[in-house]
């Protein structure tokens, strides 16, 4: 599946950013130039899991003032009927 994160923190000097950034990217996620998201066109169901839990734990576990502002995400899979026509 296609997934697509955006986040903004409140009161991070960028420290807990570039934590998270680079949590999605070991997940194999990439930031487009000049944008604020973070995109992976190819990612199963149990490592966007994975990644997303370690992305949180993250934000639980940090010690500073900064806090989430909003979390967006959006994910899509195409239908397995156009998956088979694109196949052939």
């Given at each position: 599946m296609?997934?697509?994160?955006?986040?903004s923190l409140n009161n991070d000097n960028g420290t807990l950013t570039t934590r998270l950034g680079n949590i999605l990217k070991q997940g194999g996620f990439v930031k487009p130039q000049?944008?604020?998201?973070?995109e992976h066109s190819s990612v199963g169901p149990r490592k966007?899991?994975?990644v997303l839990r370690e992305f949180w734990n993250a934000i639980s576990a940090h010690q500073g003032r900064a806090h989430m502002d909003h979390?967006?995400?959006?994910?899509?899979?195409d239908?397995?009927?156009s998956q088979k026509r694109n196949s052939n």
């Open positions: 296609r997934a697509t994160i955006r986040f000049s944008t604020a998201t973070y966007l899991g994975r979390f967006w995400m959006y994910t899509d899979q239908h397995p009927r």
